[in-house]
Structure formats: structure tokens, C-alpha cells
């Protein structure tokens, strides 16, 4: 096992992992907003900024099953987390003095890498927490949400009082953070050293794509792709395309705050709500209001619209990610759950918004707010896809 540091018994175990999840997303919330009008602010057109992101998502794709599996063979999360989360903190700041396209796709992809296992490895590792003490794993993935509406408020307040040029410390900041909460995680249980043993080796030993053929998991990763694909437009565009229409970095900001903000309400009032839904239902919903968020976003920009239509992220997000994790938690792969989580995201969302980033920025290009449109087939395709998954299928 690992003898990466760590602190005494102190805090409770799952305040810790709360924390942790928090530093993460408090990174997600500046980046995802504020990243890409950063990125056009620096004089790079709509189809760059694509290229740019896209990049940082394929990067992402491969950094981080093959790190979750590291983590899997040392049997200590930690030993991947705390230099991730250093390295991205310190790659942050390089976005400033890149000049060109070359430059900042550098720095994208050193950025990348860095934070690919943060979120994943960080999620299975809370999870389990959660599942080993019998609590619901909503309100302590919900501290990550929370933390995401105060990255996405304070970054827009921030843009608009002094430019952009805050997102890179911002994102130093929050990633310095996470390094110090994953120091703060207590020793994983006894017997985690065995998991150095698990799996075979090669190319598909390294990325643990042998899980693949797990009885529902394959089908679990193509739904995930499609639903949370279908967020690239949103993702990628939103803030550019509400500043056109002529909303300001502030109220975009709020804008990402409410949709997250929806997000932790059914975290945290997930199992009264949605106790008795199953993964298969809580797909379906998910696609649903997809369908219903970008054909209505596709055609309007009008605030009155945009405020209900952000909410629906809790459906979006909220309900397909709460499920997929729900689905996990119930069936984790022995001695693999960093790899599965890890994989996981790698194919289910991070490689899906990578492709679909990709097209996203080609159609922004030519029919702006029809990118969204494009988004809502996506989701129509994963209701078939949801209606017959079965865990052992």
C-alpha cells in the first residue's frame, strides 16, 4: 500500500471526502462556465475554442481510466489524487501568458491530464465511503454541487467586475484545494493492497476495458454517453451564446449557479423523491427533459425561458448521473471500482462530450443556437437505448 501522508482519525471520514469532492467542483464550476469565453476573449474563433476543448476532453479520455487503474493497483486513491491536483494547479496559471493556438492547446492538455482522475477517482472513492457506512451517498456528492454554484457565481461576478483574466487563478486556487483535501482523506480499510492484483495487463489491462463485459455495464456507458453528451452544446457554447445575445458575465454566471443549484436540491432529496425510481427509470427521465431543455434552448435566448430551462439540469445531469452511480454502487467490479468509476467517465462522458464538442463547435459556427437542436436528438436516441437495459444485459 501507498505511504503517501496522511492525518490522524480527526474529521469525520465523510466530511472529508465531502471536502474533497468540493475543492473538485469548485474547480468544474470556474472552468466549465468561463473556460471557453477565456479561451475566445484570447482572440480564438468558435470552431478554435472547440478544437481547444475538445482536446483537453480526448486527453481526459485516455489520462483517466488508465490513472484509476494505477490507483486500483496501488490500493490507495490518495497516491494519484494529491500530485494531480498539485500538477493542475500549477498548469492553471499557463493559460495567461500563451499566445496562439499551439500554445494554449498546450497548456489545455497538460491541464487536462492533470485534473482527469480528480472527479472519478475522488467519486468511487466517496462512494464506497458512503456505501461501507450505510448512508446515502446524495447529500455528500451534493457538497461537490454546492461548491460548483460558487465557482460558476463567484467566477461570473469576478469576469464581470475585471475581465476574464481571473479564471486561471481561480482555477489555481481551487485545484491547490483539492490537492490539500485528498491529503486530508483517511487510509483507505485494510485489504486494499490486493487490489494491486486485479485485473490482467496490456492495453485493455491498463485501461480496464475488459470491464466492458460486464453484464449492463457496456449498456450503462452508451446511455451515459448519449444524456451527458448531449451537454457539449450547453457545456461548451451557453456562455458564448447568452453574451451574444446580450447577457451579462454576471447573469451568466447565476445562470450556471440555478442549473446546479437544481442539481443539489435532488442530491440531497433524492432518496424521498426519487427513492424508488431504478437506474433504468431515472435514465429515461434524464433523456426526457433533455429532449425538452435543448430544442428549447435551440430556439430561445429570452432570460424568462433560459431560468425554468436550467433547472431542468437536475433531470439532465442530476437524475442520469444519480442513477449511473446508483447502478455502480450496486454492482462494483472486485477489486476494479476506481477503474470502473474511471472508465466510466472516461467513455461516458468525458470521450462522448469530446466528439460531441467537436461537431458542436462546427455547428455552432454556422447555425449558432441550432447546435442545441442537435443535442436533443442525443437524447432522443438514448430512450431506446434506456428502455431496454437490464443489469445483466
Known sequence: MTTSPSVPETAPPLARFALLLAACFLGVGVSMPFLPPFLAG?????????????????????VSPA?????????????VLIPCAALAALAAPLFLPAEGFWAVLGVQLLFAAAMAPLSPVGEAMALAATRRAGVDYGPVRAAGSAAFILGAAGAGGMAAWGGYA?????????????????????????????????????????????????????RLVAISALVQGSHAACYGFSSIHWARAGHSAETIGLLWAEGVMAEVLLFLWARPLLGRVSPRGLMLLAAGAGMLRWVAMGITTELWALVPLQALHALTFGAQYM??????????????????QSLHAALGTTGA???????????????EGGAFLAMALLCALAVPVAWGWRAGR
Open 67 to 79: 490513472l484509476g487503474r494505477l490507483a486500483d493497483r496501488i490500493g490507495d486513491g490518495r497516491a
Open 353 to 367: 462530450q469530446a466528439v460531441a464538442m467537436l461537431a458542436t463547435g462546427w455547428l455552432y459556427a454556422r447555425v
Open 323 to 340: 442513477g449511473a452511480m446508483r447502478w455502480l454502487s450496486a454492482n462494483p467490479p472486485p477489486g476494479e471500482a476506481l477503474a470502473a
Open 166 to 218: 481571473a479564471v486561471p487563478w481561480l482555477l489555481a486556487g481551487s485545484y491547490a484545494a483539492a490537492a490539500l483535501a485528498a491529503w486530508l482523506l483517511p487510509r483507505p480499510p485494510a485489504g486494499g493492497q490486493a487490489l494491486r492484483r486485479a485485473g490482467g495487463g496490456g492495453l485493455r489491462g491498463a485501461f480496464a476495458l475488459h470491464l466492458l463485459r460486464r453484464p449492463g455495464f457496456g
Open 42 to 62: 484570447r482572440g480564438l474563433g468558435a470552431e478554435a475554442v472547440a478544437q481547444i476543448l475538445f482536446a483537453g476532453s480526448l486527453i481526459r479520455f485516455f
